[in-house]
């Protein structure tokens, strides 16, 4: 991956470099090369850059674990295309093998970098500050000044200025008179210590959300449940509608809680618009006393260490069917989906149980607010203003005894004829809430006798959250120290020229660093305290008096952008550079 | 007229005067072309006088140098700390050796001039106006004022331009003025008639406290990420221009050589996107804990969830081109403009295109 993803030629075949610091080309070699490529920065961008793009697909395709429905119209809407995409996981992009792929090679490039950062930091950590360079003047951020003062305490001013708060990690040295020099005492200074720390930590972090997040996938548990006022579930898989549990998971394991749902108020603006959602519940967990609960959208229950969400609701019409010899078929709370905002639900009442004749299907809509005229018919509000079914009436073999289970929001028609009038125009049963009507052909009649709601609800247990919210929060709080501590290194060097003290003072950055300015006119400011002192000829007066931007455009200058987390562990490269 | 409608006429009046600021800054802009213009003619090309300074109020040199003084005493009265920086003066001793031959010839420098003053007292004025808009929006709707795609753009831009004006009281960025202020003079007139919707409450999923906070940081965050893209933009420009770019060499572009050098635009840029990048992804944790609270999941690929992770992850290819020995300002600046426009997609495409949860601009879309 890494060799072909690398415009870097191979080095030469072990043969014709028959030096010692080359490596054997073999497998080893080879390997060793592929690993210095692959942790190197340049690669860790492009994946970075390649974990982009292969997000993308994902968001312009349905997805099956988000919609498998609309994958499904996908593929039939597109059979060629779709059949491709789907053997090439581009329904399910974020478990595909290309996409863990880049982000697995992605962290592996992290560990291998990384790793070597930590041993050179732990190094730099017990590190003195570096030794006062000879040459002040090549740094950008320099200045001097010359004082009556004592050497000596000029000397200890400046340290201690730098050492206060203990801001700065300093050293003190001495150097001895040369040819061209005379005798110096020298501090060095340095700071920011943090910035890497918090750079390490931040990738550990990343990687300990991975491992965080992929645990919880095995150990979680994601069950959801339909469930109409007055009822309840426990929590056992097949209670479910839907259950799924990663692959460490025993499903005799979940805590058997039951929850049952009260009741569910729904208010809304006066143009439809949902403005509160709340489900009243009772939930009774083992050996403990039944307790009320409510949950809201945004406030789940605590139930058995799970979180139980409200995930939607809508109408499940209380109707009472019987059949053409007046004996009761059907009495029940059938669950209809909403289609819209105005709570147009759409639902299927299968009839098998009938003691007579033929199986009845009933297919049609639930109107909360009817508005009918002629032959139009929808809702004009939420609410239960006028609640009415609009039904078409099918007889016949509802399929239910094929042992193929069912839908039970469609109507397997391949055994029915759907019921016309005398006109052949299909025949549609109108029943407002609270009366009776005789179904067409005789087939008996139809009770609309309550109007229930019902509430959907997820429930779902993953141990990891905790963990998942810890590594994210140190992951902030490393990435935030990693850019915004700075890392400064402050030397001063104090020596007697004709009788006055001179004090010379430099400092350096390891990244744009607008306070640099500020560190040095500190360490002279506390000079200037012990007495008086005047400016040196050719020093950088005027920058330093600049508040901004002359400062900076200096500064930025005395600063190559290869600063902090050399990824060849080299962070001691600045001094090079210089 | 209730809050709501004075809310929005408000509204109206902050984007006219981002507007007026705008035309000055662009007005200040071409002053610096002008006085570049001025010196580079001087210097090089006296063939060029006529053509150089045509597009300027002033048709000959000598005048607008004669103009100068007027201008310095507001310059001087106004503080100008950013008139003498490094790098005007760095030309202006490059182009030194002429000078000296034309002695008679006042130094063509640039100080900040009426128009820039001006600029700066509309925009502190939009910024006044568009607070106000915000805070009648909130007390409209009787909750934070941004859970929809027009409040985003008010509440962003706000942040946007407030950034801005903040980094002016640090740091001479004047030069940044015509970019920020022309994107949100963009933004809001496309918010007021595009996005807007009238004031209402929001469902329920959307009422949590993480809607002050992950959204208010994800504003903060995008206005931060403006001003970097146009310091990253101004640096792309003003290297095209020092390379010789035959498009850029213009003089009409002079008021490139006025800006800060190159290194230092991007070291401002890089700043500006870093505490974006740490606020955004500060958004994006605040987010997935909502989702967990709202969605039950902390993360399920969701287009906005998936085109916030791809604003993340290019912004951090960003930071790590910048830390990687070898690459230009230029190549870095592309990145910064790279995750810019990813973060603008992520904004109106996947509101407006792609089906998520997250679609909460209001508007009908038309599933």
Known sequence: MARTSTPAPLPAPAPAAPGPALPRLGVRGALRWVWRQLTSMRVALMLLMLLAVVSVPGSMLPQRPQNPAAVARYLRDNPDLGTWLDRLGFFDVYSSVWFSAVYLLLFTSLVGCILPRIAVHARGW?????????????????????????????????????????????????????????????????????????????????????????????????????????????????????????????????????????????????????????????????????????????????????????????????????????????????????????????????????????????????????????????????????????????????????????????????????????????????????????????????????????????????????????????????????????????????????????????????????????????????????????????????????????????????????????RDGDTEDEDERR | MNVAELSTIVVWGATTAYALAFGAFAFDLARRAEVSTARRVRVAEPALVGAATGSVADPTGGASSTTRPAEDGAAVTDGGPGADTDEPRGDAEDAGNAEATDADDAPAEYRPGRALGIAMSVTTLGLVLELAGIVLRGIAAGRVPWANMYEFTVVGTFVAVLTFRLLTLRRDVRFLGAFVLGLSVVALGLGLTAFYIPAGAVEPALQSYWLVIHVTIAVIATGMFTVGVSASGLQLLKESRESGSPRLSHPRFGMLDQLPSVRALEGLAFRINAIGFVLWTFTVMAGAVWAEHAWSRFWGWDPKEVWSFIVWVVYAAYLHARTTRGWSPKAIAWFSIAGFAVLIFNFTGVNLLLHGKHSYSGLDTGS
């Open chain 1, 126 to 566: 017990r590190a003195r500050p570096p030794r006062a360079p000879r040459r002040f003047e090549r740094f950008e951020v320099h200045d001097a000044l010359v004082t009556d003062a004592d050497p000596e305490a000029a000397l200890e001013a400046a340290r201690a200025s730098l050492a206060a708060g203990r801001r700065f990690r300093v050293d003190t040295d001495t150097e001895p008179a040369t040819a061209r020099t005379p005798a110096a005492r020298t501090v060095s200074a340095e700071r920011g210590y943090l910035r890497e720390t918090g750079n390490i930590v931040f990738h550990l972090a990343l990687l300990g959300l991975l491992v965080a997040v992929a645990t919880g996938q095995m150990l979680h548990y994601r069950g959801q449940a339909l469930v109409v006022e007055g009822r309840g579930f426990a929590n056992t898989p097949a209670a479910y509608d839907t259950f799924e549990a990663g692959t460490a998971v025993n499903p005799d394991s979940l805590v058997p809680f039951t929850l049952e749902l009260d009741s569910f108020t729904a208010r809304f603006d006066t143009a439809g618009k949902p403005t509160f959602f709340e489900a009243a519940v009772t939930l009774t967990e083992p050996g403990a006393a039944p307790q009320d609960h409510t949950i809201r959208v945004n406030r789940p229950l605590d139930a058995g260490g799970a979180h139980v969400y409200l995930a939607g609701n809508g109408y499940a019409p209380q109707v009472t069917v019987r059949d053409s010899a007046g004996q009761v078929a059907f009495s029940g709370a059938v669950p209809f989906l909403p289609q819209d905002a105005s709570y147009r639900s759409r639902g299927v009442l299968k009839v098998p149980d009938v003691s007579t004749g033929d199986q009845i299907g009933l297919v049609g809509f639930l109107l909360p607010t009817a508005v009918i005229t002629g032959d139009s018919a929808y809702s004009a509000y939420p609410q239960p203003g006028n609640p009415v079914l609009v039904l078409q009436v099918w007889r016949g073999n509802l399929g239910l005894d094929s042992g193929v289970p069912q839908n039970v929001y469609q109507l397997d028609t391949a055994g029915m004829t759907q019921v016309a009038g005398a006109d052949g125009a299909p025949v549609t049963v109108v029943v407002p809430l609270g009366e009776t009507v005789d179904l067409p052909d005789g087939l008996g009649s139809l009770s609309f006798d309550r109007l229930p709601r019902y509430v959907a609800l997820d429930l779902r247990y993953d141990p990891s959250l905790g963990w998942v919210l810890g590594f994210a929060v140190t992951a902030l709080i490393g990435l935030a120290l990693s850019l915004f501590v700075p890392r400064r290194r402050v030397w001063v060097r104090v020596t007697e020229e004709g009788g006055r003290t001179l004090v010379r003072t430099a400092a350096l950055a390891r990244s744009e660093d607008v306070g640099l300015v500020g560190e040095v006119e500190q360490v002279l400011d506390a000079v200037r305290e012990l007495g008086p002192a005047d400016r040196v000829q050719g020093s950088p007066a005027a920058a330093l008096d600049e508040p901004n931007g002359a400062a900076s455009a200096r500064l930025s200058g005395a600063v190559t952008p290869g600063g902090a987390a050399g």
